[in-house]
């Protein structure tokens, strides 16, 4: 009978209902008693302007964009760059964690294909529409966690248009401009990176049998004044042999300008009226 009653006394002992409580671990940081934050989280929101209308904006997505970066310098020396393309989820509205003081901030929104930077030079094997905005700001805590900024367009545009009717032996379109703009210079936000070469465009088998339909656009990057050189417009076959062509010269360009040109390569040129895309500057029209 003892033995009995010491084993029933160490029964509730070894019994589910007393296993030790299971605690999760807490995790404590110890932080000095005089820390102070240095470095604040900004937030930039983007828009465009494209029009010759100040009130008329555009986001970056409606622009079709496909990069933005932004350039953080600090007394004249880059601190960091942070780069953003349209696949990424919070696409235009970049953050930067950056410490208090003085900043100057560079933005870039671009969809010019394959882009490179060099120094302060962003540039691209095939420039397009591109816009550019810089911003001083002296960031403290009581800074907005958001600023809007408003960028301007940079890219200068030449389309040509052909009255000549198309024909089925007609299979590209190549414009060569003297000087061409592929590359920007994020400080000033001014085109650089000149070169000379040839820019092409196939034309669709829709235009054969069609009169002053053919049009292309080309686009570039632009110094910020007025610029002039001289384009030369050819006509090519499939293989190659050049069907007719033109020399223009003298072709002005500038920031946010479309210049148009029209006439024909081959045989007598037909009349055909040019629309000017209001986004743009008025169209700088000429005839050859």
């Known amino acids: 009978m003892m033995m009995a009653m010491a084993v029933a006394a160490i029964l509730p002992s070894c019994t589910k209902n007393d296993e030790p409580e299971v605690v999760a671990p807490t995790l404590e940081i110890s932080l000095p008693s005089n820390s102070i934050a240095t470095h604040a989280t900004v937030t930039f929101a983007f828009g465009g302007d494209v029009s010759i209308h100040p009130m008329t904006r555009a986001s970056l997505t409606e622009l079709n964009l496909t990069d933005v970066w932004v350039f953080d310098y600090v007394g004249g020396q880059l601190q960091t760059t942070t780069h953003q393309t ?16 003085d900043h100057t901030f560079y933005f870039v929104a671009s969809r010019g294909d394959t882009p490179t930077i060099d120094g302060t030079t962003i540039s691209w094997a095939k420039p397009s529409d591109t816009f550019w905005a810089t911003l001083a700001m002296n960031v403290q805590p009581s800074t907005s966690s958001i ?71 080309f686009f570039g990057l632009s110094p910020s004044d007025d610029w002039q050189t001289d384009v030369t417009v050819r006509l090519l076959g499939a293989d190659e042999s050049i069907l007719g062509s033109v020399s223009l010269s003298d072709v002005r ?10 006439g024909g ?3 007598t040129s037909q009349p055909f ?16």
């Open 86 to 101: 349209a696949s990424d989820a919070s696409f235009g509205s970049p953050s930067l964690t950056v410490d208090y003081g």
């Open 147 to 217: 600023q809007s900024v408003t960028l301007r367009r940079v890219a200068t545009r030449l389309r040509i248009s052909i009255d000549d009717e198309i024909t089925s032996q007609m299979s590209r379109l190549d414009v060569e401009p003297t000087t061409w703009y592929y590359g920007l210079n994020v400080l000033t936000g001014e085109g650089t990176d000149a070169r000379q070469h040839v820019r092409s465009v196939t034309i669709p088998s829709f235009y054969v049998g069609t009169v002053g339909q053919l049009s292309a656009a």
């Open 253 to 262: 360009f500038c920031q946010n300008l479309t210049t148009v040109y029209r």
């Open 265 to 267: 390569v081959i045989g």
């Open 273 to 288: 009226t040019v629309i000017a895309d209001d986004e743009w500057l008025p169209d700088n029209e000429k005839t050859w």
